[in-house]
């Protein structure tokens, strides 16, 4: 089934585009970097190709953790001068909500200077080494052009880096070019190369598009809760209509999970404003599912993607991007249209409280009358509200628990690490 929502080659371009709505400065930094470390691990020459791909994808992501901890700050400000914390985020994000769980730690220890990482019990602290290394060699030859030369790093052979480190950084810049590489762009094209090859798992592949709705988090938590809810909300409405084969509850968990990834590009000001939106932040707020629509198609199920997509459509045609009307849309774009209205109006917003089940049914039937939404989901999510919203709450408690819990893990290491690490 999941091969025919995303291809393995896919996966990695998917989450670069979407991360890149966040912070395309940063991603660029996590492409350089990656292919400085994929070329170290060629000189290295232990590692067997998928090894290096998998690394590399690693090495891609290793700011994961900044996209939450050092939002909007200048890139060296929480690189050079308080790196733990991005760090920390980083390995928990990537241990919890990533496939990447047994390469996480490398993450936690890639800003860790060499001579304390020799104390730390961990196999691949070595590719911690090349990895902090390689970010910053990228974050000089970014600031100071040409004038930076690896052997600049020398000065802190056997205290930051090692020495095989330093080595294999020198070597590698020399056999690969890798600076008129980055002059060129042509990295790009070798690491994309690179990354076509890795063949992720069912398993991994359904991992990566739960992480990019955890991506969408990093702006705001809601985005995960409300993503969550409206998912399950959008399940036990298809399981009871009838007729909504395995496929299309597939079709419709993926649709859900993806449908607001196009927020990253929403101002927190925005998303929250306790107040009706002005026209102009109106415009910027409707930009995040033409958002979706860049960063997924071509990539992502065509029916997945027309589901999320047509999320605040409406039957009357006065919805948005493409005011689409009743006959232009399928069953399941039309159960998460509710689904997610449900769970909007459900939800404990910090601008406005929960509504109670009577309003609840009192807007739907509305919407219905006013040809807004589909007669027979709203109809029948209303004969079963009770029962449907008793297993939401379960089970969106289940995976809250987990995202809750990565945060309160995080909160307590870094606490204690930037203590014990910081420079
Ligand atoms: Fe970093
Ligand atoms: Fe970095
Ligand atoms: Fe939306």
Redesign the pocket.
């Known amino acids: 089934m999941i091969d025919e929502i995303i291809s393995s080659k896919d996966i990695c371009k998917l989450i670069i585009s979407v991360l890149k709505l966040e912070d395309k400065r940063l991603m660029d930094h996590g492409r350089r970097v990656a292919y400085i470390l994929y070329r170290m691990l060629c000189v290295k020459g232990e590692h067997e190709d998928f090894e290096m791909a998998d690394l590399a994808f690693l090495g891609v992501l290793h700011d994961i953790g900044a996209f939450k901890v050092a939002m909007g700050k200048e890139m060296l400000e929480f690189e050079l001068s308080d790196p733990m914390p991005h760090s920390v985020y980083g390995f928990f994000f990537m241990k919890y909500l990533s496939p990447f769980q047994d390469k996480a730690r490398i993450l936690m220890y890639n800003h860790v200077d060499y001579q304390q990482l020799l104390k730390v019990d961990f196999d691949e602290k070595n590719i911690s080494n090349y990895l902090n290394a390689a970010e910053r060699f990228d974050i000089f030859q970014k600031s100071m052009g040409k004038k930076f030369d690896v052997k600049n790093l020398r000065k802190y052979e056997g205290s930051k880096y090692s020495k095989e480190t330093l080595d294999i950084l020198e070597a590698a810049m020399d056999k690969y070019n890798i600076r008129d590489k980055f002059d060129s762009g042509e990295f790009e094209n070798e690491l994309d190369e690179l990354f076509e090859g890795i063949l992720f798992s069912d398993k991994e592949r359904e991992r990566y598009i739960e992480m990019l709705m955890y991506i969408s988090g990093f702006r705001d938590e809601y985005n995960v809760i409300n993503t969550v809810t409206a998912g399950y909300v959008a399940r036990e409405i298809a399981l009871r209509l009838g007729g909504i084969d395995s496929e299309q509850l597939a079709m419709l968990h993926f649709g859900c999970l993806i449908?607001?990834v196009?927020?990253l590009i929403v101002p927190q000001e925005i998303v929250n404003a306790p107040r009706a939106l002005m026209p102009e932040e109106m415009i910027i707020l409707r930009k995040?599912?033409e958002s979706l629509e860049i960063v997924m198609k071509d990539r992502l199920n065509s029916k997945v993607l027309s589901i999320a997509m047509a999320?605040?459509e409406r039957l009357d045609g006065s919805g948005y991007p493409y005011g689409l009307k009743d006959e232009d849309m399928n069953i399941l774009q039309k159960i998460l249209m509710v689904a997610?209205t449900v769970t909007g109006l459900t939800c404990d917003r910090p601008y406005r409280p929960p509504k109670s089940k009577e309003k609840v049914i009192a807007i739907l039937t509305d919407e219905v009358k006013k040809n807004k939404f589909s007669k027979e989901v709203v109809a029948t999510f209303i004969e079963h509200y009770d029962e449907i919203m008793k297993v939401v709450k379960e089970r969106s408690e289940d995976v809250l628990k987990t995202w809750r819990g990565m945060q309160q893990q995080y909160e307590m290491v870094a606490g204690r690490l930037v203590k014990g690490f910081s420079r």
């Open positions: 449908h607001d196009g927020m995040h599912v999320n605040h997610d």
